[in-house]
């Protein structure tokens, strides 16, 4: 399988099968307007929407160990389909709730993991840039899903938009048709039983969790995603009650989407070269978002502040997408990077679920959005020192490499996946001819 085709579909797939999340405030809009008694369990549609896409992560990560990439990415594919198909049909907002937000997450979580994962066995080598490219498919759908989804919703109304959405979320098999099982895969799918599969995926995750580097950068995933769903959810809410038209506000959001976009194929594009380190770029771009975010309550008043920090924010915040295959494979190795995968995605879901909850209790308590943001700032900040302490833990144990040596023990690492594979079909066929042999002695003995 050419290496720039699978990198194409998954770019495509990482568009068109797990942006949809973006368009969550859009489809709010047309739930409220088809169940206007029930805003409550409405909100709770799409909150479970946008989180389940992180908090689906192990499961993700367990589909991908024990089948392989492309088998989540169709089985994520058919529960995009089927969430959206049935919602569509769906008069009762539980059904709706179930469909929409839990079973369209999950598929939207298994499409974004695997599109990730498969760039990252396919080019361990250039992972920071795979990535990028492959994770620009979602800033991409940034900007182009809610305009769409008005669109949609304008024309076709709640029933028809979720109706072409599960179309859309179909078209992914295509691509998907083009990703095949890496090496490195079919050597996790050896043992013939499932259940020896998920011992696998049970050891792996003791293994991790003995890794303080890796639960340090959890804790660090853990306060940004914290901070930047309560930012992004609260930003256009800001905007408008600082003097900006909903026209301004939505502008705004679209200068953050369009930034977030380059942003995670610039930053992929810098980890890659030798002299650049991703840790410190992870670093360094959550203390410039700290102190930016920190200071919004005083440069957000006027129209250019406002254009300022939305291009840091899309800056900064979304080009650690980039980052975290590569940081992760540094860690703890490209064998396990699956599992490690799903484990940061449940994290983040944990923050981006609580963290709007939490700033909108600050909100009611302080009576404004000032304190909200200074304390978003704050848990940037601790994102930072976290990282600077799963450094420092690293150089004492020894696992901080230069890239060079990084991709070195990457080559190895695959090098031997390959030839225990070699070796593991030379041992079936030596059996193979052992069985032939046995089989025609009896035979001469009859």
Not at 20 to 46: D, M, Q, R, T, W
Not at 90 to 98: G, K, Y
Request: proline residues 2%.
């Amino acid at each position: 399988m050419k290496k720039p085709i699978v990198l194409l579909a998954a770019f495509i797939n990482n568009f068109l099968g797990s942006s949809l999340g973006y368009s969550a405030g859009i489809i709010h809009f047309g739930l409220l307007e088809k169940f206007p008694e029930s805003a409550s369990k409405v909100a709770l549609a799409g909150a479970l929407f946008t989180s389940v896409f992180c908090l689906a992560g192990p499961i993700s990560t367990t589909v991908i160990n024990t089948l392989s990439c492309r088998s989540a990415l169709f089985i994520g594919a058919f529960l995009n389909f089927a969430g959206f198909l049935v919602s569509s049909f769906s008069s009762n907002i539980e059904l709706v709730v179930f469909c929409y937000g839990i079973i369209s997450g999950i598929g939207q979580s298994m499409m974004y993991s695997a599109s990730v994962l498969v760039a990252g066995y396919y080019f361990h080598k250039n992972v920071s840039v795979a990535t990028g490219v492959v994770v620009s498919g979602t800033g991409l759908g940034v900007t182009v899903f809610p305009m769409f989804t008005e669109f949609l919703l304008r024309a076709h109304g709640i029933d028809g938009t979720f109706l072409l959405l599960s179309a859309i979320s179909l078209q992914t098999c295509v691509f998907t048709m083009c990703i095949g099982i890496h090496e490195i895969e079919r050597e996790r799918k050896s043992p013939q039983k499932f259940s020896t599969r998920l011992k696998l995926v049970v050891y792996d995750l003791r293994k991790l969790s003995s890794n303080g580097a890796f639960c340090l950068l959890c804790i660090s995933i853990l306060c940004w995603s914290t901070s930047l769903n309560t930012s992004v959810l609260f930003l256009p809410d800001y905007y408008k009650s600082t003097g900006s038209s909903e026209l301004q506000a939505a502008s705004l959001m679209s200068i953050y989407g369009v930034f977030n976009y380059f942003s995670r194929v610039i930053t992929g594009l810098a980890a890659s070269d030798d002299q650049v380190d991703g840790k410190i770029l992870y670093m360094g771009s959550f203390v410039i978002l700290s102190m930016c975010t920190a200071l919004l309550p005083m440069v957000g008043t006027s129209f250019a502040g406002k254009v300022f920090y939305s291009i840091v924010l899309g800056l900064y915040s979304s080009g650690v997408w980039s980052l975290l295959t590569t940081i992760t494979i540094e860690l703890i190795g490209i064998k396990q990077t699956s599992t490690a995968f799903g484990i940061e995605m449940l994290t983040s879901g944990i923050g981006f679920l609580s963290g709007p909850v939490i700033g909108n209790n600050i909100k009611e308590v302080s009576g404004g959005y000032s304190l909200v943001f200074v304390i978003s700032g704050i848990l940037y900040m601790m994102a930072g020192v976290f990282e600077v302490f799963m450094i420092l833990t690293m150089r004492k144990s020894g696992v901080l490499q230069s890239s060079e040596e990084q991709r070195r023990s990457i080559e190895i690492e695959d090098t031997m996946i390959r030839n225990g594979n070699e070796e593991l079909e030379n041992n079936k066929s030596d059996e193979e001819d052992e069985r032939t042999i046995e089989i025609e002695e009896r035979q001469k003995l009859k």
